[in-house]
């Protein structure tokens, strides 16, 4: 099992920007790929970004690309998310996730370890 904690979440205005962290501890050698996910309430858990932690390959969901980048730093088992030009629309409750099996990135399953959730409020 991996252990992931998230923290940078906060308040900004429209235009501003923010970055998500996620630190893992456990068994991370067992992770293939992680990725953030976002939920807003009464709503389904949306894809944002995912990562390879093998090859470092990427993915995003259409609404973030341009705005958001994935990156990981292996040596800190650190998973980050820059978010730039933040929208109003980008409010959600922001989760990282990790899997130790290929397949589809972008669906929650797969995802076996999740963290507890960072809040991202974004003002118009």
């Known amino acids: 099992q991996v252990q992931l904690v998230e923290s940078g979440g906060g308040l900004v205005q429209a235009g501003g920007s923010l970055r998500l962290s996620c630190a893992a501890s456990?068994?991370?050698?067992?992770?293939?790929?992680m990725g953030w996910f976002r939920q807003v309430p009464g709503k389904e858990r949306d894809f944002v970004a995912a990562?390879?932690?093998?090859?470092?390959?990427?993915k995003y969901a259409d609404s973030v690309k341009g705005r958001f980048t994935i990156s990981k730093d292996n040596a800190q088992n650190t998973l980050y998310l820059q978010m730039n030009n933040l929208k109003p629309e980008d409010t959600a409750v922001y989760y990282c996730?990790?899997?130790?099996?290929?397949?589809?990135?972008?669906?929650?399953?797969?995802?076996?370890?999740w963290g507890l959730g960072t809040q991202v409020t974004v003002s118009s």
């Open positions: 990562i390879s932690w093998i090859n470092g390959n990427t």
């Open positions: 996730a990790a899997r130790p099996s290929v397949g589809d990135y972008t669906t929650p399953s797969g995802y076996v370890d």
């Open positions: 456990g068994r991370a050698f067992s992770t293939v790929a």
